[in-house]
């Protein structure tokens, strides 16, 4: 929780921060600056990080390639890779997005980026609180349902600049309510005894945005960028598919 709470921070300050440097630094001198933090991180984690212990991080593969056989397990998964692709085939061309259809909304683009990242925090933490009350499966269904319907209205009042903004700010925000039941369901579901399949998980997300990105780029390239909320909705429809035979079959 606290890593995906770091992560929704950054976001808030990070990405309006590297906007409003790009008026006075060319992209060279920002990526300079982003080598100079990572070193630092680097010198800190190495000097600050307590050394593992070996053997109780030594992998079992073929007891963790066990997890493969469970059903559940396996749904949790899909779910992660159709959720980030569809993340990420929206977020990655949110901001041109928004500035193809409506020029006039670049001077505010930076506190719109702000409330994106304000968003995603919010969302994660409504998210772990539902979370504790209701139960991961149910949280993952309640985010899924909520991402359809954001996309539905994105879709309808596409025209309205601001109806825009406000929907993507919603989608944003349960997309982060549903991010963080993924690694709860595969702790809770293997028992809290398989970081493989926490790791497994967390590469899907990386694949899976990937995938996204990239397949909204072919879309747009097809369609126009107005059409990238069409992938996003098919893939938030298939999130609750998942979860309905993740429910009716493993109650």
């Not at 990405?15 to 080598?35: E, K, Q």
């Not at 890779?81 to 990655?92: D, W």
């Not at 349960?174 to 993924?182: C, K, M, P, R, V």
């Amino acid at each position: 929780a606290f890593y995906i709470m770091g992560s929704s921070l950054a976001l808030v300050i990070g990405i309006p921060l590297t906007r409003a440097l790009s008026a006075v630094l060319d992209w060279r001198s920002i990526f300079w600056i982003l080598n100079a933090m990572m070193l630092f991180s680097l010198a800190y984690f190495l000097k600050y990080l307590p050394k593992a212990d070996h053997a109780s991080t030594k992998l079992d593969l073929k007891n963790e390639l066990q997890f493969f056989k469970d059903g559940k397990t396996l749904l949790l998964l899909a779910y992660t890779f159709a959720m980030f692709m569809g993340y990420n085939a929206f977020y990655t061309y949110a901001t041109p997005y928004l500035l193809l259809l409506f020029p006039s909304i670049e001077p505010l683009m930076s506190l719109i980026l702000v409330g994106l990242g304000l968003a995603s925090f919010t969302g994660n933490l409504l998210g772990g609180h539902v979370s504790d009350a209701i139960g991961y499966a149910k949280s993952m269904m309640l985010g899924a349902v909520l991402q359809t319907a954001a996309m539905l209205l994105i879709l309808v009042f596409q025209p309205s600049k601001w109806l825009s903004v406000l929907f993507i700010i919603v989608w944003l925000m349960s997309a982060w309510f549903t991010g963080l039941q993924l690694n709860t369901g595969i702790a809770q579901v293997t028992d809290n005894k398989s970081s493989f399949m926490l790791s497994i998980n967390g590469s899907l997300i990386q694949l899976g945005g990937a995938f996204g990105a990239s397949l909204a780029a072919v879309v747009i390239n097809l369609s126009g960028i107005q059409s990238i909320v069409f992938v996003t909705l098919l893939t938030s429809l298939a999130l609750i598919l998942i979860q309905v035979v993740s429910m009716r079959k493993y109650p």
